[in-house]
């Protein structure tokens, strides 16, 4: 009978060769001397035979578990020092890796999205109401009489069936007024529609944000703090805003407020016309006969309302000189963003 | 409305430069849009006098000038009609410096020698007028002044932008009016002075108000005897301040008064008048009339119209007619000042479609009251500039006069709307300064005078006093104004959460007009639409019923610029009218066109296909913890046989395929196209399950793979639902993992790789029960698909 090999040592003796290994003749030698059919192992297979039935078995499934898991190691081993061979040799770090691709939200999305995070930060909620409105809603409840010169101010795209298509967001307001009662404090973003030939400045459609707030004792002191509060977000903390008076028919008193110039602060240059200030946005106090048509009344509660265009934003954030770019919607203009 | 900054200063005294002055104004809400020089700069002329005037020996148009130019005597060759001896004229001396930037030199005019030239008001870019030389005033100029500073043109044009409720800043007075509010003074009036003769007016003709709806107040004062000629140049420069042009004496002196005053006048050649009558009334059905453009046109039925009682003369408020129009014969005129009802007014200016300077200030509303005196001070002007007899007496017709509105202003309410602490003796200072009437007290009584019409209510008031206290004063608060409880819309977070996963997915958004084209709509699409009543042109007439038009428009649009992959999504609103109801729902469309993303230099170029899309649907749906599944159906805008609807569990939830080609094609698209479509109302629905927690598996997973030939028609799908199908408890997960057609396989079959996870949740599976079960899968998936395994 010969001797029953120990298995284990040789496997461990392999194994501590392997490691030394550190180039393609040590792993040849590992090799022949390991898992060739003259090697250690296939020796052990062959002399099963001399072995006394009992161990056989025993000992032939422990070669050849021993025999596969030296394989892997060298496999792996083997795999290893190749990858370091080809990261010496071949390796190009100038190659474009595999990337995942990334697309990108659209600019106005990103501008929407932000404007609407800054004013959640001061209590607003949103909400949103029809494209297809009725003139109600667009233009009589928001104190635009029938006839009135001011619906001029907005040239206005008709539907069949007496419908318009909102020149603005503000109909949000009386929606949400007639279903709530004070105080409400929300932002409006969506698009609008005016009946305008497209250009470089006007687009027949936009997306515009209204906001407004109505409670008890709400002044024009407190617009004023909410768009200050905006703007310094928005623009940086040296954005100031100066109030001019205007006139919309859904507010009294009526702001139009200006940010001086985001190009040379204010000095004067060719973006803001040499005048300092750019036109950001209309404002005002909500008009009583806007709190009448949704049956609030105006001795006790007061508010305002203001309006911004996304688009005029995100072109005097980011520069953009021509407001159809935003809806070619050319992938290297969106991917800028 | 435009007017000149020396013209502003005839009614208020003020030392601000234009630009201060234009900042100043701006700020309490009465924009300067622009400001520009009056003229433009010339220098080097001045006033000579024609002492004698020679003809030229050759050529009988032109005349030899002999001027004294006050440093001497010349002699200058002109061919202008009106020279004579006496004449006081600009004289461009050699080394004047004209409009234009030309450079006078003596030259030689038909042989003789001319050292500069005598102007006429077009060299100097003062009017239009080149045929004559300018005349100047002769008891005023001095030979040797130079011209430039005698006529004193340093003035400047002050454009204002205006707000359509304030009718009253459509005047100089109106404008003058707000500089006085700024300084806290009154504006002059002018004087007027009026000398009537020759006989009462009443007597020489009447008026009648037939519509006094239309027409609260007409009146009219007759003016004899005139003379038609050019306006003198102090005029023209106001008409050419207020941006109108010079037509001769009666009709400039209405278009100023008009400017001056806000209220428009009109003058009628009063001898074309069938009968001594004014009628106003309202228009008859299917009434024609050619106004003065030489248009005629039909009336809308609520037009005033201003006739003789026969014949119509004037579309009231909006436009005089062709046949009463003052000509160069005119030796009398019907001068007309009226007040209109401004709804009539825009309602038939609208229809019309004619936008004149009248009808614009009549629609926002003049001043009833300031009717009597823009007409006695344009009758005034007239017999002083066309030296005719104004006839005694306005015939007035003002049958219910307006009387100024009473209102109270609180002054704490002032304080509470506004956020400030202005005293009440301030506010009723402001108040007086823009000539309300006012009464102090605890509330303070205030008259709005009738020029104001917006004012009508204690706001308007709050308003005024605000704008004039200067917005800037008013504090900054930022008071944390307790949080309001706030539910964002919850269609709105989802909209971000897709947006984001769909970035993710290396799609852009884009953002495309909901305005479309409607022959470029699929049928079904067309019969959905919503139309514009009031497009701005046919390529934008109709609401998108769907996305797929406005994405395949980008698609096109990228495709032109090279740009060689184009994925793209957008969620946003579509409009469906169906049966004349409307409704808007939410909709997302992803696209792929051209190449897939890859990396290039391994892998090469391939270009988009179906599992692209589907992958990122899948993904999408995965992270709403959502399976999605696909069956064949047909869609209008897809190509046959690549058509699927798509759904969750047995929602639809719309569908996804390639584009038909003859539908790229009306896009210009020649590639193909894939896409999806899906109603995001619903996904939005579908995804708000939130996730429950399973215990995470406890025994080993084994497993087995199988390859088999099945025929090409087979689908992938349903192998992996039979293999599930062997044992249900035990299989976790079935993979294909390779689809291969080719030899050796035979050209209508398959071979599809199929790999089956094995795990039992309560025990460690044996290699018996694991092989027992994959047997099973394999001799379903024989009985099932005639499938050969494949060794």
Known sequence: MADVPDIDRLTAQAAAELERAEDQQALDGFKSRWLGRKGELSLILRGLKDLAPEQRREIGVAANQAREKLQAAYDQRKGALEQNKAVAVDLDYTLPGRTVPRGGLHVLTQVTDEIVRIFYGMGFEVADGPEIETDYYNFTALNFPPDHPARDMQDTFFVEGDYLLRTHTSPVQIRVFEKRRPPVRILAPGRSYRNEAINARSYCMFHQVEGFYAAADVSFADLKGVLVGFAEQFFGAEAKLRFRPSFFPFTEPSTEVDISCLLCGGKGCRLCKYEGWLEILGAGMIDPEVFRAVNYDPERISGFAFGMG???????????????????????????? | MQVSYKWLQEYIAFDWSPDELARRLTMIGTAVERITPLYEKFSGVRIARIEKVDRHSGQDRLSLCTINDGTGVRVVVCGAPNVHPGLYAPYAMPGA??????????????????????????????????????????????????LWEFLDLDDWIMQFELTPNRPDCMSALGLAREIGALIGTKVRRPELELHEGGGAAAERVTVQIDDPDGCPRYAARIVDNIEIKPSPFWLKRRLHAAGMRSLNNIVDI????????????????????????????????????????????????DAVMITDGAAALAVGGIMGGLASEVSAVTRAVLLESAYFNPSRIRRTRKQLGLASEAALRFEKGVDPNGVGFALDRAAALMAELAGGQVLQGAVDVYPAPVAPLRLEVRPVRVNKIIGVDLASPRMIDILSALEFGVTGGKTIAVAVPTFRPDITREIDLIEEIARIADYGAIPVRRKAAGRIPTAVNPLNQFETRIKEILVGEGLFEVVTNSLVDPRRLTPGEAG??????????????????????????VVAHNLNRQVPTIAIFEIGRVFQQVDGVIRERHAAAVMLAGNAFVTRWETGVRAV????????LVTMCRALRLELELCAAPYEMFADRASFELRVGETPLGSLGLIAPELARRYDVKIPVWAAFLDFDKLERAGRATAVYRPLPRFPKAERDCAVIVSRSVKGGDLVETVKRAAPELIEQVDIFDVYTGKPIAADKKSVAISVSYRAEDRTLTDAQVNDAHSKAVELLKNCFNAELRE
């Open chain 2, 97 to 146: 410096v004209l409009p234009g930037g030309m450079e006078v030199k003596t030259a030689t005019i038909a042989g003789v020698s001319s050292p500069g030239f005598l102007c006429s008001e077009a060299e100097l870019g003062l009017s239009e007028e080149s045929d004559r030389i300018m005349e100047l005033d002769p008891e005023a100029a001095e030979t040797g002044m130079d």
């Open chain 2, 254 to 301: 209405a278009n100023y008064i008009m400017i001056e005053t806000g209220q428009p006048l009109h003058a009628f050649d009063f001898a074309t008048f069938s009968r001594p009558n004014i009628v106003v009334r309202a228009a008859t059905a299917g009434e024609e009339f050619t106004t003065l453009d030489n248009e005629r046109r039909a009336m809308p039925a």
């Open chain 2, 528 to 553: 959905l639409a919503v139309k514009l009543k009031n497009p701005l042109s046919e390529e934008l007439s109709v609401m998108r019923a769907s996305l797929c038009g406005s994405l395949l428009q």
């Open chain 1, 310 to 337: 996304i688009e005029r934003l995100a072109m005097m954030k980011y520069r953009i000189d021509d407001i159809r770019l935003f809806f070619e919607n050319d992938l290297r203009f969106l991917a800028q963003f």
């Open chain 2, 609 to 616: 296909d179906f599992y692209d899309l589907k992958g990122i």
